[in-house]
Each structure stands twice: as C-alpha cells, then as structure tokens.
C-alpha cells in the first residue's frame, strides 16, 4: 500500500511540479548568441525565483514519501526529487549534498545513482567548484555502461567542463556521443548547434 500511494500519487505529483518548473526556467532563459551557449539552460536565483512554491511543494510531498513512506520502495526516487528541486532552486549545495545520498545509500540502484551523480556534477558547475565536478564525472564515466538512461547528460556535462577548459576538441567529441544517445528532441537541438 506504501509502494501504491507513494508512487502515484505523492512522488506523481511532485515530478509534475518539478517538471512544470524545470521547463518554466528554460523558457525564461536567454541564450547570448555572440558567445558559446552552455550545455544547459541552468537555473540562477533570478529564474527560480518564480518557482520556489512550486519546487517547495515537491520537496514537500518528496519529504513525505522519505519520512512517512520509508519502507516503500520510491523512498530513492523521493530523495532525488528533493535533489533536484534544490538544484533547480539553485540552492545548490543542498542539491549536492542529496545527490551525494542518493548515490551512496542505494547502491542497488544503477540507473539512479548514475542520474545523481550527472545532476551532481551539474550542481557543482553551476556553483564553480569544477575540481569536484570532474571528479565526479570521472566517477560516472567509469561506470557508463552500467546504466542506460543518463549517458548523454554524463558526456554532455563532461563536455561542458571541457568548454570551461577551452579544449573544444574533447568537448566536441563528448558532445556528439551524447547526441547518439539522447532522446530529448531540445537537448538534441541545443548540443548539434553548439557542436557546430
């Protein structure tokens, strides 16, 4: 019964909101043009600043599937979303802290522990401690061919750091073989023109 309520209905819910939110921050992100646009369309305090209810609201309903819902199996998938609420209120050293317990406490968990540590190193970027993100690539891309889902967010994140570095080569490299695996049709755009 845990399992059931907690899934469609509490963790349901709160993926909704983070999503209306997440797609709500990149239509309000502009791009300069006259210079190299970024992997992603990260958030700042400016653009989430129109989000915090909403992204209040799913770590809400997430904290209740974590604390009211512990024995369910979606307890993982709660703390993720809280990880990602934070990151996409841009208070992102919350956002690293739960994205480094998702990681290391659901080590049965390939395909989210991988999604962690691409929104990890994402989080880091976004807050310029890059030492740490390369690290944590370096983590991820080790273990790439254990999990399927977050590939292309690993080599795009990865390619970014190599932008910062100004070694295009190496990011270009990164980037085409995250658009062979990428299935969002706005990732795909966005990567083929800064590829070009």
Do not use: M
């Given at each position: 019964m845990q399992n059931l309520t907690a899934h469609y209905n509490i963790l349901y819910n709160a993926k909704?909101?983070?999503n209306l939110s997440e797609k709500n921050i990149q239509?309000?992100?502009s791009d300069n043009y006259d210079r190299l646009i970024s992997v992603y369309k990260e958030?700042?305090?400016i653009l989430s600043q129109s989000e915090l209810k909403n992204l209040d609201d799913a770590i809400l309903k997430a904290n209740t599937i974590a604390n009211e819902k512990s024995l369910s199996k979606y307890v993982d998938d709660a703390y993720f979303l809280i990880a990602k609420a934070n990151h996409l209120?841009?208070?992102?050293?919350?956002?690293?802290?739960?994205?480094?317990?998702?990681y290391n406490n659901y080590p049965a968990e390939k395909e989210i522990r991988q999604a962690a540590l691409a929104w990890k190193a994402?989080?880091?970027?976004?807050?310029?401690r890059l030492e740490e993100a390369e690290s944590t690539l370096d983590t991820a891309i080790s273990n790439?061919?254990?999990?399927?889902?977050s590939v292309a967010d690993i080599y795009a994140t990865r390619a970014q750091l190599y932008i910062y570095a100004k070694q295009d080569q190496e990011a270009i490299n990164l980037l085409e073989k995250a658009l062979k695996t990428v299935k969002?049709?706005?990732?795909?755009i966005r990567w083929t023109y800064l590829t070009a």
């Open positions: 909704e909101l983070i239509l309000n992100y958030p700042n305090e209120k841009s208070n992102f050293f919350n956002a690293v802290e739960f994205f480094n317990y998702v994402r989080s880091l970027i976004a807050s310029d790439i061919l254990s999990e399927k889902k969002n049709k706005q990732k795909k």
